[in-house]
């Protein structure tokens, strides 16, 4: 039997999964399809990769490495919810929070010295980060706003802050020193092995990675951030923040660039609180303060020092943080600053988010002000300076009349930057960073490099170009919307991407669907102007832009990047469907453990759940499947026209009430088809019955919120407590027992 694969999450996603996956279940046997779930949660993945550690009965199998194998399988129809990208002090709680529920699994080696400890690191490291979605996207990326959705914002417009011409909010981005300033990249001929060294002024050699596998026509970048150079921005900023009198904050991508973009945020700790760490820099050694993991967890390690000690350090950081610019803050009610947690301040979220607060954000009296919104690395940093330009000229974008912005996003087989983690590296020594070809010893490109800069390799096969391609030219011509390619003649990378398309799209093509290639800040301009003009226009981008895109114009459209449908046609047949971003995950399940209360939408969910099942109708000949996807997407236009998405306060419906009108919508709607008289008959009593017991499953769902909540773990939750805490309605699991 044809199965559809459900993954296992983690927080928010996971605790909506208990409550939906028994009816998708329950729903689908009635179509003979297999629905099973696999886990790719970061609990799960840690265990997965430390077997030898845990008793028999403890170890589970490696489902990531199943899915990634099964997405290269023309049979592969896989739902991917939202997982953590784990920055090291998630890595980190997790281990502990296992450690305690009796997994005798290894800590995390941050200085590994012995073999040991530098292989358990290894391990630790592929955990990390973005180690789920370069496994699983054997396909391009296609995300839009479904129709249902945008008809809905359009009726029902979220609030957008009001814009001031006069507003002091900025992107501070560097000039030189930065990645996209130092990009070299070149397009090989036939593939090859390479090689990356560091080489010493004396001529010594230090291989960094080798054997690295190459096809025809990939291209191969390389590039360095200059830590002199970043320092020296980070430094004017801070001063340039307290001379303005706006907010300092900082946006980066810690998760998914796992390796560069945690050290860049420790720098910019470090030189907010320059004084601090000069004058404590040996006690913070000794204490094993990284300052890459954040303000929070520097506080925390204080606790190791006595009292005294530690509260003169405390109250000189309240010091440099009274005499520094305000920072902003992510939790102002609990003095969670933007410099607190890496994890908290990921760009795609909190930019966009900044943007529709009229391009402010929160102070620590919990007020939104002016803000400096810093993104060191220049490569796309100009899309939200644009952004923010054209609502300061136009004022803020209305959701009424706005245009919509599909993307078709370049992320096969590890593409681009968030494939480059296990090819980037913390340059210990100065010299010469080397792209050397095994075969024959031609230097491909190199960089002079200090001691502390960050240098990265990343790599593009060329059949996911093609596939890019080939996937926006069916895109503009299904829906009729013009695209445009945002690739940046300017940058070394882009230009090799322009050359690809240049090559695979014909000009006559291009003509007759108004296609055209535009650097981001060109294609920002060119699309809000449309946008405003409530014209749709499709941006074809790469891995970073699109996800960056993803968020932000859906954030400004519909005001939330969870309502977007994903669809992955994967490059050998299979499909990936995903639900939506997960940055607010953490707040959710806060709310949940505290007053019982889930706001968690699962919008995308369920549009990615009907065009799963649309799909294995089609590759399996199944018309019942076909019948549940169509009669889903029609119970999701009628749980968006009633408003059934859950409330953000207690005592009101939550997750798990949406799931249930979901249920009795999709029910409906398959009791009164006709294309299957049996399928029919099969939901007329689940429907009737939902409908008769409506009250009484709502007050059933009412009266288990309002109470704190213990689900027996954060990471790995107990799946017994869970069920309880998710299910909470026996009258409503009964008639889903009927199925």
């Known amino acids: 039997m044809a199965t559809i694969h459900y993954t296992k999450t983690d927080e928010a996603p996971a605790l909506a999964t208990a409550s939906f996956l028994p009816i998708v279940q329950a729903f689908s046997r009635t179509a003979g399809i297999d629905i099973t779930t696999k886990d790719i949660s970061l609990a799960g993945r840690i265990l997965a990769a430390f077997p030898e550690f845990l008793s028999e009965a403890q170890r589970i199998p490696n489902d990531l490495e199943f899915l990634g194998e099964l997405a290269k399988q023309p049979e592969a129809n896989i739902i991917k919810l939202p997982n953590i990208s784990a920055s090291i002090p998630q890595l980190e709680e997790a281990i502990t929070e296992l450690q305690g529920q009796g997994y005798a699994i290894p800590d995390y080696p941050a200085e590994a010295s012995s073999d040991e400890e530098k292989a358990i690191k290894a391990r630790y490291d592929k955990i990390k980060g973005s180690a789920v979605n370069p496994v699983l996207r054997e396909g391009n990326s296609d995300r839009r706003a479904p129709r249902p959705v945008k008809n809905f914002a359009r009726k029902n417009p979220h609030s957008m802050g009001a814009w001031s011409a006069d507003s002091k909010s900025h992107v501070a981005t560097m000039s030189s020193g930065d990645f996209k300033s130092n990009e070299k990249s070149v397009t090989l001929g036939q593939g090859t092995r390479l090689r990356i060294e560091w080489v010493g002024a004396g001529g010594e050699t230090r291989v960094l990675k080798e054997d690295i596998p190459t096809l025809d026509g990939e291209i191969v970048d390389g590039t360095v951030m200059e830590k002199k150079a970043l320092l020296q921005f980070l430094e004017e900023q801070v001063a340039d923040a307290k001379k303005s009198g706006v907010l300092f904050s900082v946006h980066l991508k810690a998760t998914m660039m796992k390796v560069s973009d945690p050290i860049i945020f420790g720098h910019v700790l470090r030189t907010y609180f320059q004084e601090v760490f000069q004058r404590h820099d040996a ?110 000229e136009n004022g803020a974008l209305d959701p009424k009349t ?16 968030y494939g480059s983690h296990d090819k980037t590296f913390e340059i210990a020594d100065p010299g010469t960073v080397r792209v050397v070809d095994q075969h024959s010893g031609e230097v491909l490109m190199e960089h002079a490099v200090s001691a502390g800069d960050i240098w990265r390799m990343c790599q593009v096969k060329d059949k996911p170009v093609r596939n890019w391609v080939e996937l926006a030219v069916e895109r503009a011509r299904l829906s009729n919307t013009p695209a445009v390619f945002w690739l940046d003649p300017q940058r070394a990378h882009d230009r090799e991407l322009i050359a690809k398309v240049d090559a695979y799209l014909p000009q006559e093509t291009r003509k007759e669907l108004n296609i055209r290639v535009l650097s981001p800040v060109e294609a920002t301009r060119y699309t809000l102007r449309r946008i405003r003009e409530g014209k749709d226009t499709i941006s074809v981008t790469g891995n970073v832009l699109r996800d960056y895109l993803t968020d932000l114009f859906p954030i400004l459209e519909v005001g939330t990047s969870a309502k977007m449908l994903s669809i992955v046609p994967l490059m050998n047949g299979g499909g990936l469907f995903e639900t939506g971003a997960g940055g607010s995950a953490p707040k959710h399940v806060e709310q949940f453990l505290e007053e019982g209360h889930l706001r968690w939408d699962s919008l995308g969910e369920f549009m990615a759940l009907a065009v799963s099942l649309e799909h294995y109708g089609q590759k399996n ?30 005592n009101e419906l939550d997750t798990r009430g949406s799931h249930f009108y979901l249920a009795l919508y999709w029910a409906r709607a398959l009791a009164k088809q006709e294309e299957e008289p049996a399928l029919a008959g099969a939901f007329q009593k689940v429907a009737s019955d939902l409908e008769a017991q409506t009250d009484t499953i709502l007050q059933e769902l009412l009266d288990a919120q309002g109470q704190p909540q213990d689900i027996g773990g954060y990471y790995l939750p107990d799946a017994e407590k869970v069920r309880r805490a998710m299910r909470p309605s026996r009258s409503f699991n009964a008639i889903l027992e009927q199925l």
């Open 621 to 650: 000949n199944s018309k019942k499947a076909g019948i549940l996807g169509r009669s889903l997407d029609e119970a999701t236009e009628k749980f968006l026209e009633e408003n059934r998405s859950p409330s953000r306060k207690v």
């Open 283 to 392: 006690t913070f050694e000794s204490l094993g303060i990284d300052a890459n993991d954040g303000l929070e967890n520097l506080l925390g390690d204080l606790e190791q020092l006595p009292e005294d000690q530690a509260a003169s350090i405390r109250k000189e950081i309240e010091t440099a943080m009274e005499q520094g610019p305000s920072l902003a803050m992510v939790n102002s009610d609990k003095g969670i600053t933007n410099l607190h947690v890496p994890s908290d301040i990921i760009i795609d979220a909190s930019m966009p988010a900044m943007i529709r607060n009229s391009g402010r954000m929160w102070n620590a009296q919990g007020k939104p002000q002016d803000t400096k919104a810093v993104i060191p690395d220049s490569s796309y940093a100009g899309v939200y300076q644009a952004t923010i330009d054209d609502c300061k």
């Open 402 to 417: 706005m245009g919509t912005v599909p993307n078709v996003g370049l992320m096969a087989q590890k593409a681009e930057e």
